[in-house]
């Protein structure tokens, strides 16, 4: 943004020691000192990208960021770009407000509850529901979700994704966590106005069963309260095609 580089050296290696215990204070705590640190950074740096921001880190919203004029000042005087071009050129596989068809808190139907990864962010970790969080529980996040206009499923860098060699099988049909590759395929969802989720390549739906147990797994069809999901944030609905 302010002219300088990044090189990528595809064989270097980096390293983090981390030490037993930090050599300064948290007045504030440590989780609400981070908070304020990603806000100063967040107001300095994203312009109108920072919505998005707080939509997913509610709690930062509320931080008092402190005197910021200086590091406004030095963005100023470098001449920097804006945070929407280097979106545009350096990240444009970056979900943004601008990419996405909804997003928020995607609530169950008939259950009530929310997909939520739990926590969870490694590959194929599974995805599950659970009571749906305020905005000023840390914990929300895990259940703040994008719906791209590549039909993609998102928390953070993974995707919502489900292989289903054989639709018809009476096999449990997991739905888990993966890397997002942006080709469609096990990780491209419908949307439908019934408020069903639809896996494109099985065309079967994601499903809610015993709200005791907190699995979610695709089957199909059946237009059944447990099939049923709404998003918080809708921005608009696409003409889909299978």
Same mark, same amino acid.
């Given at each position: 943004? *302010?002219?300088?580089? +990044?090189?990528?050296?595809? *064989?270097?290696?980096?390293?983090? !020691?981390?030490?037993?215990?930090?050599?300064?204070?948290?007045?504030?705590?440590?989780?609400?000192?981070?908070?304020?640190?990603?806000?100063?950074?967040?107001?300095?740096?994203?312009?109108?990208?920072?919505?998005?921001?707080?939509?997913?880190?509610?709690?930062?919203?509320?931080?008092?960021?402190?005197? !910021? $004029?200086? =590091?406004?000042?030095? =963005?100023? /005087?470098?001449?920097?770009?804006?945070? /929407?071009?280097?979106?545009?050129?350096?990240?444009?596989? +970056?979900?943004?407000?601008?990419? %996405?068809?909804?997003?928020? @808190?995607?609530?169950?139907?008939?259950?009530?509850?929310?997909?939520?990864?739990?926590?969870?962010?490694? #590959?194929?970790?599974?995805?599950?529901?659970?009571? *749906?969080?305020?905005?000023? #529980?840390?914990?929300?996040?895990?259940?703040?979700?994008?719906? $791209?206009?590549?039909?993609?499923?998102?928390?953070?860098?993974?995707?919502?994704?489900?292989?289903?060699?054989?639709?018809?099988?009476?096999?449990?049909?997991?739905?888990?966590?993966?890397? *997002?590759?942006? %080709?469609?395929?096990?990780?491209?969802?419908?949307?439908?106005?019934? @408020?069903?989720?639809?896996?494109?390549?099985?065309?079967?739906?994601?499903? !809610?069963?015993?709200?005791?147990?907190?699995?979610?797994?695709?089957?199909?069809?059946?237009?059944?309260?447990?099939?049923?999901?709404?998003?918080?944030?809708?921005?608009? %609905?696409?003409?889909?095609?299978?």
């Amino acid at each position: 943004m *302010c002219g300088g580089k +990044l090189l990528s050296l595809p *064989c270097s290696r980096v390293g983090h !020691i981390f030490r037993d215990k930090a050599p300064y204070s948290f007045p504030a705590g440590q989780l609400m000192t981070l908070y304020k640190n990603y806000a100063r950074a967040v107001e300095v740096w994203l312009d109108e990208h920072k919505e998005l921001f707080y939509r997913f880190v509610p709690l930062a919203k509320d931080v008092d960021v402190g005197d !910021i $004029s200086s =590091r406004a000042k030095l =963005r100023k /005087n470098l001449k920097c770009k804006s945070f /929407n071009w280097y979106l545009e050129n350096l990240l444009p596989m +970056l979900p943004t407000e601008k990419r %996405l068809l909804a997003s928020g @808190q995607l609530i169950n139907g008939a259950t009530k509850q929310c997909v939520d990864t739990l926590g969870r962010r490694k #590959e194929n970790d599974t995805v599950s529901h659970y009571r *749906c969080l305020p905005r000023r #529980e840390s914990a929300y996040t895990s259940q703040v979700w994008m719906y $791209s206009k590549k039909y993609e499923i998102i928390s953070l860098e993974n995707c919502l994704d489900a292989n289903v060699p054989d639709p018809t099988s009476k096999q449990w049909k997991r739905v888990a966590l993966y890397p *997002c590759h942006g %080709l469609g395929g096990n990780q491209k969802w419908y949307y439908s106005p019934t @408020q069903q989720i639809i896996h494109s390549e099985s065309q079967l739906c994601l499903t !809610i069963g015993d709200p005791r147990k907190p699995k979610l797994f695709l089957s199909a069809c059946d237009g059944s309260g447990n099939q049923a999901f709404t998003f918080t944030n809708i921005y608009q %609905l696409d003409d889909f095609e299978f």
